[in-house]
């Protein structure tokens, strides 16, 4: 795993070069921002070993098993780790994939049931030390992302990805189709891309690709994609 130092207070770790999940210091402790792929804790350990901190919380943007797959094996040996996920997203790794009323998308796919107990559940506007939640449903239906209020960096999960350029989840692309392919509702995607947009953000870090730096205009043109492909979202 690559560990990349994008600020004095964020670290990109990389698995097979695609897959992010992010290391947040504060003060003398680590915030985990979701846990990679399976196998992958020990490595994430290392990591935050080597910054001199113990990881004190791990906060998930959302249920997908690329995201949440080393967790069981991270709070196993965290114990005093506090699990952090979104309201509506703990549900899904719970295994409960139901539909709430108005709820609409494609079939559920790629969660996996996790034992970790969620011990804080936050919504949209919530802190978590320096990190902001913002809610950002679409590529699944609780989706969230976290704001570094300090530098205005913008953990975005999969609302995004760069590995081609920035794009929006449920942004079709006959070339790298990933984003439309894996989003649950490609239309609220658009929307909450639009949103994230509006932050201005001073970095994007994102779940598949590098950091972006100053990326406000590259989001703002990745949103217009999306909602010109969805013009549903501009009524939603």
Avoid at 54 to 73: K, M, N, V, Y
Avoid at 79 to 89: H, Q, S, V
Avoid at 190 to 212: D, N
């Amino acid at each position: 795993m690559q560990t990349v130092r994008e600020t004095d207070n964020l670290y990109r770790l990389t698995r097979l070069g695609v897959f992010n999940c992010f290391l947040v210091r504060e003060n003398d402790e680590l915030t985990l921002v979701d846990t990679n792929l399976p196998g992958s804790a020990d490595a994430i350990l290392q990591a935050a070993r080597s910054l001199g901190y113990p990881i004190a919380r791990i906060a998930l943007t959302h249920a997908h098993f690329d995201h949440i797959g080393s967790l069981d094996a991270l709070t196993g040996v965290l114990p005093d780790a506090k699990l952090i996920a979104g309201t509506r997203e703990a549900r899904l790794l719970r295994g409960d994939l139901s539909l709430d009323a108005g709820e609409s998308g494609k079939p559920l796919f790629g969660f996996r049931h996790v034992h970790s107990q969620v011990h804080t559940l936050v919504n949209d506007g919530d802190q978590l030390g320096s990190l902001r939640v913002v809610a950002c449903p679409g590529h699944t239906p609780g989706h969230i992302a976290f704001l570094d209020c300090r530098d205005n960096s913008l953990l975005a999960g999969d609302s995004f990805m760069t590995q081609k350029g920035v794009m929006a989840a449920g942004t079709l692309d006959l070339l790298f189709p990933m984003p439309a392919i894996f989003s649950w509702n490609n239309e609220l995607s658009a929307r909450s891309a639009a949103r994230l947009a509006a932050i201005e953000p001073s970095r994007l870090a994102v779940g598949h690709g590098k950091t972006v730096e100053s990326p406000a205009a590259q989001m703002e043109r990745a949103a217009e994609i999306a909602i010109r492909q969805h013009p549903g979202a501009r009524n939603r």
